[in-house]
Each structure stands twice: as C-alpha cells, then as structure tokens.
C-alpha cells in the first residue's frame, strides 16, 4: 500500500477513536442543562434540556448521530457494547428496570418486585406488555433472556451482572410472575434486573439483523451496520408510544462529522461532542448544547497491593497532590466539577457529607516522609483511550513534581488498555460512566471482583457489602454504604479528581431531551419522549 | 511481443508472491500488536474470564499458524473466512466497503487526468511567465495543505456558511451516487493533492522533453508545433506521471482514512481501521489481499503503459 502521508493530527486521530465504551464513559445525574459548574449535591432529574414547554407533537423522523462500531455492528441486545449499540436496543427492547436520574432502580417491565424475609426470593411480577409480533411478554421470556445471556459459551457482558441470580432454581410461577432465586441476600436485587445490557428477548431463536421482535417503543424497519438503523413508532407500546413517527440512527465516527451533520441539517441529534464544540455553539441560537453533568469519573487508580501504594499515607500523599480544578480546567477543557475520591456524586447512597480534600503539598510532603518515601519515582500508565487521560497525566506529573514526586508518563495502547492496566503497573487513568454505587463496589472493590483495578482486597470491606446487602431498611443500608465510603475517602485506591460532562447537540426544533440523565440511565438517549416542535 | 508476454508473466508471478508477503507480514503484525480480539471486545470489562470464554469462542485459544492455515486453505474457494467481531462473512465486509471506495476513485481519477495533465501542460507550455509562476505556486501551496484541514475548510465554507452542498454524506449508506451533492466537497479534497503532484511531474517532464534534441530536430523538420508537443512530447513526459498516477489511484482504493472520516462515507479505510483496532485478524487480511492484489495490478498497467510510451525507460520494481 502505497499512501500519501494521512495526515492525522492529535486532534483528528482522537476524535477517530472509535470505541467510547458505555460503562467506561458516560452518566451525569441531577442539574438541568444551564446548571453552573461548582454546584454541589444533585437533585432528580432537571428539566429537559429544550423544554421550553408547549405541548408534545406527534410526527416527524428524528435522526441521531452516534460513533459507531462500525460493520461489525450488531442489533442483538445482549452484545450492546458501545454508546450507539444500547441506543438502539433501547429503542428496540425494554429490561425489567432501568436506572433514574440517581441511578435507583426504576420499574419497567417489571411491575413491582418483592423480596422474601431473607432477601434471597424475589417474586417479579411483569406488567401487560407485547412483542412486536404481538406476543404477550411473559416470565418464560424472562427467565430466556437471563439464561441466554448467562450462557457459558456466549460470554455477554451482562453475565457478570446477574450472578447472584441462580437461575436453575428460579422460576415461573405463572404467566407473568417470576420467583428469582439468589445465592445469597442482595437487598440491591433490582440494581441487578436494570444491568447494563440485561434486555428482554422473546423465547426462541431470532436473526437479530434482519427482523429483531422486542417490547421496545419502535419496531424495526431496515439495518446496515455501521450505517444506519431505521425505526419506526411501535403504537402499542405499553409505556404510551413515541411521538417521532420514524428514528433513524446514523453512524459517524468523527466528531466533526457529527456537529457538521448536525449544523448542516443532516441530523437532529449529536451524541458526545468535544468540550471546545460545545463552547462554541453554546447559546448562539444555531444547535442546542445539553450538558449531562457528572457523567463519567475521572481518576488515577493506585494499585494498593504494592509499592509504594500499600502504604496508605502515600496513597494519602497523593490524594493531597492533586489540584482537582487544575485537573478540570486543563484535562476536560472545564467541562465537568472536581471531585472527592468517591465514585458516584450525586447518586442514590452517595456520601456528600465528607469535606471536600483540597492540595495540600506541606501535608503530601510530610505525609512521604514518614512513609520513607522522598523522592519517590512512580510510572504512570495512561493512553489516548479516552478523552482527556493523557493530559491529566501530564498536568498531575507537574503538580507531583511540586510535592517532590516524580511521575514518569507511560503511554499504552488504546485497544487493550483496560486489560493491561488490571495487573500490571502501579498507579494508572481511570475512568467509568454511571452504574448504582453498588456495582461499582461489587464489580471492583471485592476480593472477588473481576475487575479490582486497585486491588482493594480487605475482608472487613467485604463483610460490609454482604452487610449492606442483606440489611432490608434503606437507611441502615445506605448507614453502611457510608462507612464503607469513608473508608475509602480515608485510604481508598482511586483518586478520584473529577466528573465530567457528556455532552450532547441537538436541532433547535428537538424538544423532551432530558438533561439530567446519566448515560446508562432510562432517561439517556431516550427517543420516546423526544418530539419535534 | 513474446518478449512483453513473458515479461509480464513474470511480473505476476512476482506480484502475486508478493501480495502473498504482504499478507503474511499483516499477519505477523496484526498477531504482535498488545490484546487480541478478545480483548479488544472486552474493553473496559476486562474480566479474565470473559476474556477467556470470548477467546474460547472465537478459536483465539489456537495456534496462529494453524489459523492462518485454516485461513489460507479458504482462499482458493474464495472464502476469506469469517469476521471475529460479528461472525459474518469477510467477503460482505469487503464488498459494502469496496462500492464507495471504488465510486470516488472512478470519480477522482476520472478529473485527476485531464486536470493534472492539462495544468502540467500549461505550465510547461508557458515556463517561467506568469501562467507557469501562477500553476506552480499555487499546485505547491495546495500540496503543503493537509487533506484534513482543508476538508474541514471547504465543509466550513461550501456546506455551513454558503449552504451550497451538504456538509457529509451521513445516512446515505453505500447508496452515494443517489446523492451526488454529497460527493462534491470529497472529492475535491481527494483530487487536490495528486493534481498538485501530477501537475508538477507532467510539467517537469514537458520542458525537459521539450528541450530535447529530437524536438529540436522535429522542429527543424518543420513539424507542427501541436504535433511536437502531444505526439512526441507529452509522451515522454506521462512515463513518469503514470507511475505517479498509479500510486495515487492504489492509495484512493486502499481507502482514504482522513477523507472517509471527516465525510461519514464507509469505504474500506473505514473498515480496516475498525477491523485493526478490533484486532479483527481475517477482516484485516482479507484486506491486505484486496489491497495487495490491487497494488500489483496497478503497479503492472503502469509499467506497461511506461513501456508503451518510452521503451527505453527502465521499469519500476
């Protein structure tokens, strides 16, 4: 292959990257779209985003730019992967709850569920929806759709979220009451019905391409894989059906692609955009800029498993170092707010009430010292995976410098990042979109978690989440998640320096975009309730 | 003539050995880069045994040379095997890529030529006034821009501030010549830099032809001006712009990555990129067969023509 030189530059080469992987990327709870940066604490959902009222339209196409995963793209539910791929399976499929703006498990095929004494029994009842191929949706699906996905030779990314199910032991009780078995108390039952990914398909075989039949808002039209998916309105839904007669969902991987597509008229909805686009557009009439606040994490993960993160006053010595506003300000061009070294602000359990940690290089200094580690040298893995890692790295390389650390930046591939930074290295960028603060813990923070990126492994922490788990009143639980926030916040792996943005673009006619749901969330990229003045 | 048949007998057989390295070499290549599939689908879930069981599933947890055998052993049935990301086949990943790539080549190509040679006519025609000053600065300046940038400045312009064309081709699929609007501003970046070069190598050719002692002997013949120019000339100076010609219509058919991002059209650049950093190893080597094949034939029409015109120029490799 011969070539003239492709001329990528940083900018363009980042915004190519294809892959923004959904639990890795997005969220945002609370603040309406003109909310002010700084604001502390969360309320539910704000309004949406181009609410300006009037009453809901019926008619119209919407058409919605996503980065893709391009030919590889598949509707099947179970395999949604990427931003664009659970856009369309919500569009297509229900689950039996979906997040809220807080990330609390909300019902939705399911109409109410009921634990036993023991909190391992849940009695899930379905309420009265179709397929669309007019089927009713009954527990026999249910417990089809949780085996497929559970299926040892699949490998679905929901498998690891319903493992506390026992599904050989659950069953249905009648058409449209389930009895889920767990292996053990899970108080959070209904974080687990809502898991990323945990769809609800018709029992039997279907070709997922060509004629995918789900309970969702639209039915299917046409597909062709990393080009577009058409849609159009299912009226049957049982949740009231969409207003838009006809969605269509474009891929474009580019983001300049996406606002010029939006700008030129071509779309009507851009998903993620670029800090810089967004201020530019910002208020000047042309598009409308939403801003889902607190969307994804940002962080170093310290391994605490060895040097010379096993001493936690270096653990604390680092958490002083950082100036999270820096951080912000330089690494996420200011769109997103500081924080705390806590997953999940603003979310359901979340604890709000610890002071907010400020530098501290005096304290950072004296605190290495006593550790006996002046004139410490760490690596720092990061890589251009996601947006901003690789120039947080470098500004918390200079405020380390401060301290008397010495950060030595290494960067990695992008497409096995997440895999290289698990067991290797000692301190890394971290980043993870909106899940319950539940799955954060279980699915990083146990002894037995596949994914403990700062090999937290302490039995006492485990005790409390089992504890947590099998305390049926909320306060007591959320008493629990407290303590086991406080821990963290005192000697924790991740620090965690900021959430940012997500940012979204839409035509000025597009209105019922909600503004304060987290990506992951029911109310993300939610096309049913979006109408076209 | 045997001579030529022979010739160019060998330089198949030479071809096709090398499109066969070519694929060994991605293949090698594709198999160092860090992660596998598997990883690369597990993303940020990167738990050990998801790897596991997704390696399991898509025959990762074989030896490489015996899936590239496996691999192999289906080209001759013109089967490139299947895609490790979605299961389906490698032959529709190539076709739906192949129909864009190849619709804005045809098109390219189709303006390159007159274009090139015209301009690089003209300029040698008038050497050293200000035709010639005015199509060298400005094919220099034009070169020195990058596709990106000045796509991004014709999209800015054409499409958002004079709503002339319609700023990418999002949505219309491999469907593209229904929307021909669509195709203007990419292929306008796609041509300006191989008109840039085409036009300085045509024009460099054409004075030195032109100052050559068979056309001073023509000339004294009293031959026509126009028949010296194209019929003896231009000739002499195409041997060079037909090679150069022929990277550039290999580079457009390998897929022009920049140009298909930035316009939203799903060529085969778009594809290889995807299928690298899925670490989609039969994606990519079907690829590289598409793309080996595609050199050699090009590179073989341009010797061809190269010897055709001037037989007494030696052949490129």
């Known amino acids: 292959m011969t070539s003239h030189d492709v001329s990528l530059d940083a900018s363009c080469s980042a915004g190519l990257r294809r892959r923004g992987f959904l639990a890795a990327a997005s969220g945002a709870a609370g603040l309406g779209a003109l909310a002010l940066a700084g604001c502390s604490g969360a309320g539910p959902a704000g309004d949406p985003a181009s609410g300006d009222g009037g009453k809901p339209k019926r008619g119209g196409r919407l058409r919605a730019a996503f980065a893709g995963g391009g030919a590889s793209e598949t509707l099947d539910p179970h395999l949604a992967n990427l931003f664009a791929d659970v856009a369309r399976a919500k569009a297509l499929f229900d689950k039996l709850a979906d997040y809220g703006p807080d990330l609390s498990a909300r019902p939705r095929l399911a109409a109410a569920w009921e634990p036993d004494a023991g909190l391992v029994r849940w009695k899930v009842t379905l309420r009265e929806a179709v397929f669309h191929n007019g089927e009713p949706v009954t527990a026999r699906d249910v417990l089809h759709s949780y085996r497929r996905i559970t299926d040892p030779e699949r490998a679905f990314r929901a498998k690891a979220s319903l493992e506390p199910v026992d599904l050989g032991a659950s069953k249905a009780l009648d058409a449209r009451t389930i009895e889920f078995v767990l292996k053990r108390p899970t108080a959070e039952f209904p974080n687990v019905l809502a898991a990323f990914g945990a769809y609800i398909v018709p029992e039997g075989e279907q070709d997922f391409d060509t004629a995918p039949v789900g309970s969702g808002p639209f039915r299917f039209v046409s597909f062709a894989p990393g080009k577009s998916a058409v849609l159009r309105r299912n009226e049957d839904y049982w949740d009231g059906a969409p207003y838009l007669d006809e969605l269509e969902f474009v891929v474009a991987n580019e983001e300049s692609a996406r606002v010029n597509a939006l700008l030129g008229g071509q779309v009507e909805y851009a998903h993620e955009l670029n800090p810089t686009t967004a201020r530019a557009h910002e208020g000047r009439g042309q598009i409308e800029i939403v801003r889902l606040r607190d969307s994804s994490m940002q962080s170093f993960a310290m391994k605490t498993d060895r040097k010379p993160f096993d001493d936690k006053r270096v653990r604390e010595a680092f958490f002083l170092i950082a100036d999270r506003q820096e951080l912000v300000d330089g690494a996420l061009s200011g769109a997103g707010r500081i924080g705390n070294d806590l997953f999940g602000r603003g979310y359901e359990y979340y604890a709000d009430g610890l002071p907010q940690r400020e530098q501290d290089l005096g304290r950072a200094k004296a605190l290495l010292k006593r550790a006996g580690a002046e004139n410490l040298k760490v690596v720092l893995d990061t890589s251009p995976v996601a947006a901003g890692f690789t120039e947080a790295a470098a500004i918390f390389r200079d405020q380390a410098a401060r301290a008397g650390v010495t950060v030595e930046i290494r960067s990695g591939s992008k497409d096995s990042y997440w895999k290289d930074i698990l067991d290797s290295g000692t301190i890394c960028s971290y980043r993870s979109g909106a899940m319950p603060i539940e799955a954060h813990i279980s699915q990083r923070l146990l002894t037995g978690s596949t994914t403990n990126a700062t090999k937290w492994r302490h039995e006492d922490f485990d005790a409390l989440y089992q504890q947590a788990q099998s305390t049926r009143d909320k306060e007591e639980r959320a008493a629990v998640f407290e303590r086991m926030q406080r821990r963290l916040y005192a000697e924790g792996g991740f620090l965690v320096w900021g959430f940012a943005d997500w940012i979204l673009g839409t035509a000025r006619g597009v209105r019922g975009v909600e503004a304060g749901a987290p990506a992951n969330s029911l109310d993300w990229a939610r096309f049913d309730k979006v109408w076209l003045a | ?317």
């Open chain 2, 1 to 317: 003539m045997s001579g030529l048949r022979s010739w160019a007998a060998r330089r198949l057989l030479l071809g096709a050995a090398q499109t066969a390295a070519v694929v060994l070499l991605v293949f090698a290549l594709t198999e160092a880069l860090p992660g596998d599939a598997a990883v690369a689908l597990a993303g940020d879930q990167p738990d050990p045994e998801r790897i596991a069981a997704i390696r399991q599933a898509m025959d990762l947890d074989r030896p490489a040379h015996e899936r590239l055998l496996e691999w192999a052993a289906g080209l001759p049935r013109g089967d490139f095997g299947t895609s490790l990301a979605s299961g389906r086949p490698v032959s529709t990943y190539i076709a739906d890529g192949f129909g864009p790539t190849l619709l804005l080549a045809s098109l390219t190509v189709a303006l390159l030529v007159p274009v090139g040679v015209g301009l690089g006519v003209l300029a040698a025609r008038r050497e050293g006034r200000l035709a010639d000053r005015l199509v060298s600065s400005v094919t220099l300046g034009a070169y020195a821009v990058p596709e990106f940038a000045f796509g991004v400045l014709l999209i800015t312009v054409f499409a958002l501030r004079l709503g002339w064309l319609p700023p990418t081709a999002v949505g219309y699929g491999t469907d593209l010549l229904a929307h021909p609007a669509a195709l203007v501003l990419p292929v306008v970046v796609l041509l300006t830099r191989p008109v840039c070069s085409l036009a300085r190598l045509v024009r460099a050719g054409m004075i030195d032809a032109l100052a050559s002692p068979y056309v001073a002997q023509a000339r004294r013949y009293g031959v026509p001006g126009a028949r010296v120019r194209y019929g003896h000339a231009l000739p002499n100076a195409i041997t060079p712009a037909a090679q150069q010609l022929a990277r550039t219509v290999d580079w457009l058919l390998c897929g022009v990555i920049v140009v298909e991002a930035l316009f939203v059209i799903p060529g085969l650049g778009t594809v290889l990129m995807n299928a690298v950093a899925e670490r989609d190893v039969p994606v990519v080597q079907g690829l590289a067969v598409v793309f080996g094949v595609t050199t050699v034939v090009l590179n073989l029409g341009a010797d061809l023509v190269a010897r055709r015109f001037a037989p007494r120029a030696e052949m490129a490799a």
